[in-house]
């Protein structure tokens, strides 16, 4: 009887313990460390104690370094740089992007960066244009056409997140090929793939495909998430472009962004051309008109083409009766600044602080904040060569990456203006 008594009357409790070790052989509380994997966000100090990392740190140490690499780069040789450019992004969604050693899958991860990727270039490159292809079951398909609307080319990606079947590298650099072969000299060609497999299911010989692209000066660059592939390295070598793994998804970020500036341009494929541009008109708000890009009738809004006369519904794009290239005057404007970039602000340690020599100010010229920490010590900070005034380490990133302008160098140039006017 006793033995009856302890035994379960029904199956449940097994269940519920089998649905507990059932991922992966881990149990649920394993897999909640697992997922949140907290040993990465600790280091050891010099004492042997384990503190979280400064996240913040870390991340304008490596912006830094990237914003001196761009700067001795300009300094060495005159760079030019293709402000019009023609992108087709390659997502791998074979097999292979449904592991998890990325959180919560490769595929989660990739979706989450190129979606902010998109934004990122529009905002960057409001003259250019992008084009989503992915790959699985051995074949490519074109997921968008080359446009500049960000928000149809992430509509469209979320709806197409299913993994299966090998993927194909040669399939999806022919079909890429054959949609940039068509484009005008003066556009940059480009093509980003973000690779997930260790393999590639290609029918015919791949080597030749590069040669293809190479010879219509499309510059490929690879993002791996697994490990390093020799035809991937091989491709980026050939045609001008940049290879790189994926650590985390906090590298794979940083890695993606890069791609948003425009890249140099290749020596002897940098032409200059003049290009026919409009910039058309806002449509009244109560008018009619069939617009040309969803070929149906809209009431009010869109732009009216300055040649043909049809109706579009957003900039920047092309107009598809004429050819016209359409945009604002605000997105040429914005691409600017890739041709006269700010110079890199110089650090200043919170040693060279206390120097009575220097007259050294203890608040951020940008947003007026108090550069002195908790115990009145002053911390890291930067200053402007031209300007000398002060910048925090926020408004430091935020300056290059998204004004463009310094804050200290205009208010220079409006007192100036004022002064001779007066």
């Known amino acids: 009887m006793n033995n009856i008594a302890g035994r379960p009357l029904n199956g449940d409790v097994e269940d519920d313990d089998e649905d507990e070790a059932n991922d992966d052989g881990l149990e649920a509380w394993e897999r909640a460390y697992t997922e949140d994997r907290s040993w990465e966000s600790l280091q050891e100090d010099e004492s042997g104690l384990l503190r979280p990392i400064d996240t913040t740190a870390v991340h304008h140490a490596q912006y830094r370094r990237r914003l001196r690499a761009l700067a001795s780069n300009a300094a060495t040789a005159r760079i030019q740089k293709g402000l019009i450019r023609y992108l087709y992004i390659v997502v791998d969604l074979s097999k292979a992007a ?7 899958s490769r595929m989660a991860v990739i979706a989450k960066q190129v979606e902010s990727f998109i934004r990122e270039f529009f905002d960057q490159n409001p003259l250019s244009h992008v084009g989503l292809v992915t790959t699985k079951d051995g074949v490519a398909n074109c997921l968008t056409d080359l446009g500049g609307s960000p928000e149809s080319h992430i509509k469209a990606l979320m709806g197409k997140l299913e993994c299966s079947g090998d993927a194909s590298l040669q399939n999806a650099l022919e079909l890429v090929h054959s949609n940039l072969n068509q484009i005008p000299s003066y556009g940059h060609r480009e093509v980003l793939i973000l690779y997930s497999a260790l393999s590639t299911c290609d029918p015919g010989d791949i080597m030749e495909t590069i040669q293809k692209c190479k010879k219509s000066k499309i510059r490929c660059s690879v993002i791996g998430l697994a490990a390093e592939m020799f035809i991937c390295k091989h491709l980026c070598q050939e045609t001008g472009g940049t290879y790189s793994v994926a650590l985390d998804e906090s590298h794979f970020k940083e890695l993606i962004l890069e791609h948003s500036p425009p890249p140099p341009a290749i020596a002897e494929y940098a032409t200059a051309n003049l290009i026919k541009m409009g910039f058309p008109q806002r449509a009244a708000e109560g008018s009619v008109a069939i617009c040309t890009c969803h070929e149906e009738a809209k009431t009010g809004g869109g732009y009216t083409c300055p040649r043909c006369k ?5 900039l920047p794009t092309e107009c598809r009766i004429c050819g016209l290239t359409l945009i604002s005057s605000p997105h040429l404007a914005r691409s600017y600044h890739h041709l006269f970039p700010i110079v890199p602000f110089a650090e200043i340690s919170p040693s060279s602080q206390n120097d ?30 031209k300007c000398k005034q002060q910048f925090c380490l926020d408004c430091d990133i935020y300056i290059h990456e998204s004004l463009h302008n310094c804050p200290g160098c205009e208010s220079f140039r409006h007192s100036k203006s004022v002064t001779s006017s007066q």
Do not use: A, Y
């Open 98 to 104: 449904s592991e998890r050693d990325f959180r919560p």
């Open 310 to 314: 049809v109706r579009v519904c957003e």
């Open 356 to 385: 009575p020599s220097h007259n050294f100010t203890n608040t951020c010229f940008g947003c007026q904040q108090s550069l002195l920490s908790q115990g009145n010590k002053p911390e890291l900070s930067v200053s402007c060569p």
